[in-house]
């Protein structure tokens, strides 16, 4: 079993970034693995079954930020943070943390 896991955090006042939706697509197949929301804290971890991963697939991990930004009455220009990737582990941990702002944002990876 993978686990992919993320946080994200506000850039502009340092705080977590919760309930935004975030989408997690093989684009090989287009496949949807998971669909689900970032906890109160900003954090999300998913499990996933080894047997759903194709070392030779691109996924395609997707936050749809424009909600958030919406609530905190913050106009945006990147409305959807959509980090591409390779699972080359059916049993790795991949974890990509972000800081986002309304106009950009930042993100790293560790597997």
């Given amino acids: 079993m993978a686990i992919i896991s993320s946080h994200t955090l506000n850039g502009t006042d340092g705080t977590h970034a919760g309930g935004i939706a975030v989408t997690l697509t093989n ?5 949807i693995l998971f669909t689900g929301f970032m906890d109160d804290a900003g954090r999300l971890s ?6 759903e991963i194709d ?3 691109t996924y ?3 936050f749809n930020t424009a909600t958030y930004w919406a609530a ?3 106009p945006v220009t990147v409305f959807q943070i ?5 699972m080359e582990d ?12 309304p106009n950009s944002y930042s993100m790293w990876s560790s597997a």
């Fill in 72 to 74: 905190r009455k913050v």
């Fill in 60 to 62: 395609e991990l997707v």
């Fill in 55 to 57: 070392p030779h697939s």
């Fill in 90 to 101: 059916p049993t790795g941990n991949y974890h990509m943390p972000i800081i986002l702002n």
């Fill in 27 to 31: 684009l090989n197949t287009s496949k």
């Fill in 46 to 51: 998913q499990n996933i079954s080894s047997d």
């Fill in 82 to 86: 959509a980090l591409r990737f390779a």
